[in-house]
């Protein structure tokens, strides 16, 4: 599984025709026109709020960006939320081009994203960071498997062991984990999100086992409440963890949050992790519980 980075638009809170435009600003409609392979016509339609997914796609590749979310994870979600075709604001011919093709006019796109709660974004296209082979192959022998059952946050192709995967064009965080051992190392901007959603399938005995590899962030909301949570274990590396596809570590330690394993289990793949110690919880004097290293 891969941490997949991503850089947030310019403009996040805008239409996706003001981020374009705020993306070309520095470049003529007919140059960009040119180096993008489209009349300037279709350049100045996308500015204004008109056009297809598939130009404005287009578009955004030659600008180094891609358009997110992608229908296919957007169909997910409004399965999962229990969304009718009506609740989408568009009419069914409409939404059902958009989730089945991908393809479709930015207005259907943008009014869709709106109705499921969701801001289209063009994001940045960055290399993937990815969990090293060798602390993937020390986790799956300190389990003792050859693979994962799930990936639900993995690139594509995926970089760890896996049966099954889901990738962000899937929407992970909008499909049922089930499985025996589900290894989910998450994209770093969305982290409370997809904790949430790993407690909820343990919660529900969909997931059996998981293992969710996030930053350490002591201060956090997050982290607060997976420390507070009697179902989990927090390993914490004591080295920084340099992912493939950087040549720099992340900013911050990493933790490795536990779900479903036994005692035995837990003792066993601590024993093949690099060096780690265990987070616990340990009174101070009369006042709330902390957590300790």
């Not at 979600?77 to 069914?92: A, E, F, M, P, Q």
């Not at 992970?172 to 994209?187: E, H, K, Q, Y």
Request: hydrophobic letters at 40%.
């Amino acid at each position: 599984m891969s941490i997949l980075t991503r850089t947030r638009a310019h403009l996040p809170g805008r239409s996706l025709a003001a981020q374009l435009s705020a993306l070309r600003a520095n470049i003529s409609r007919r140059s960009f026109a040119n180096t993008a392979g489209v009349d300037s016509k279709i350049i100045a339609g996308l500015e204004t709020g008109r056009g297809t997914l598939a130009s404005l796609r287009r578009v955004a590749d030659a600008l180094g960006h891609y358009v997110s979310p992608y229908p296919s994870a957007l169909a997910n979600k409004r399965l999962h939320l229990g969304i009718g075709i009506r609740g989408c604001g568009v009419s069914h011919p409409a939404l059902l081009s958009l989730e089945q093709t991908g393809d479709g006019l930015v207005a259907t796109y943008e009014t869709v994203c709106k109705a499921l709660g969701e801001r289209p974004r063009l994001l940045t296209i960055v290399p993937t960071w990815y969990t090293p082979e060798p602390l993937l192959r020390a986790i799956l022998d300190g389990l003792g498997l050859d693979r994962f059952d799930l990936d639900p946050a993995s690139p594509c192709p995926p970089t760890a062991p896996t049966r099954t995967y889901f990738t962000e064009r899937d929407g992970g965080l909008w499909l049922p984990w089930t499985a025996r051992t589900v290894w989910c190392n998450p994209p770093y901007d969305q982290v409370p999100a997809w904790t949430d959603k790993a407690r909820a399938e343990i919660t529900a005995g969909r997931a059996q086992r998981l293992l969710l590899l996030i930053p350490y962030r002591p201060e956090t909301k997050c982290h607060q409440s997976l420390v507070a949570d009697p179902t989990a274990r927090i390993l914490i590396f004591d080295r920084r963890i340099t992912f493939g596809g950087r040549r720099n570590h992340l900013d911050s330690a990493s933790a490795l949050v536990c779900w479903g394993l036994s005692d035995v289990e837990f003792v066993r793949l601590a024993g093949h992790l690099p060096a780690s110690h265990e987070l616990r919880m340990s009174p101070v004097g009369n006042r709330p519980h902390l957590p300790a290293i």
